[in-house]
C-alpha cells in the first residue's frame, strides 16, 4: 500500500553542476518547453492517471522555494502516459489562496497544457536529482510492474503572473530518455 503523497526528497542540484548525463538525458531532462507536447508528439495516446489530489501542508523547504508565506498547498500527484506506457510521475505543489485558481481541480487534464498556453509563464531554473532503488518513489515502479533501475527526475517553480507553484517530474523506467 502507498502513502500519498510520496516523498521525492533527493539531492536536488542546478543543471550548471550536472554534468554526467548522456544526450538522451539532457534532452529531456533539460526541456524548456511543455514535457506534455513533447510526450504527445512521440505517442499516438497520451493519458493523464491522478493518484491523488489532496490538501497538504507545504514543508519549510516548500515555503522557501516558493517564496510564500502560505502554508497549505493542493498536492496533485499523476501518472503521465504514453501508448498506455506510464512514463513520468508528476508531483505538483499549488498554493491554496482564497481566489479561484484555474490550475486546481483540472482532473485528467495535463497541467502543461493548461500553464504554457499562458504567455506570463515564467519558470525558474530547472534542477535534477536521481533517485536509487532505496528511494521510497521506487515503491510505485514495484506497484506498476516496471523493471527497478536508479531514476532521473527534474524540479522547477513556475510563476503565472503572481502565483508560484512546484512541479517535479520523474521519469519511470521505459521513459524515452533512458533509450
Known amino acids: 500500500m502507498i502513502t500519498y503523497p510520496l516523498s521525492i526528497s533527493a539531492n536536488w542540484q542546478s543543471t550548471s553542476s550536472v554534468s554526467d548525463l548522456s544526450s538522451a ?3 529531456w531532462l533539460f526541456e524548456p518547453n511543455s514535457l506534455t507536447a513533447k510526450l504527445k508528439s512521440k505517442s499516438q495516446i497520451f493519458s ?3 493518484l491523488s489530489e489532496q490538501l497538504f501542508t507545504l514543508s519549510p523547504e516548500q515555503q522557501h ?9 493542493i498536492n496533485r500527484e499523476v501518472i503521465l502516459l504514453c501508448d498506455n506506457v506510464p512514463m513520468v510521475y508528476a508531483q505538483s505543489w499549488l498554493p491554496k489562496s482564497d481566489a479561484s485558481n484555474p490550475l486546481h481541480n483540472i482532473g485528467e487534464r495535463p497541467l502543461g497544457d493548461v ?3 499562458d504567455p506570463a509563464l515564467k519558470r525558474t531554473e530547472i534542477e535534477i536529482a536521481s533517485f536509487n532503488f532505496s528511494h521510497s ?6 506497484l506498476l510492474n516496471l523493471p527497478n533501475r536508479d531514476l532521473l527526475g527534474r524540479r522547477s517553480v513556475f510563476s503565472l503572473h503572481e502565483y508560484k507553484f512546484l512541479v517535479c517530474e520523474v521519469f519511470l523506467p521505459g521513459a524515452y530518455l533512458y533509450s
Do not use: D, G, H, R
Open 115 to 117: 500553464i504554457f498556453q
Open 48 to 50: 493523464v492517471k491522478v
Open 65 to 73: 522555494l516558493l517564496s510564500c508565506a502560505t502554508q497549505t498547498a
Open 137 to 142: 518513489i521506487q515503491q510505485l515502479v514495484t
Open 25 to 27: 538525458e539532457q534532452e
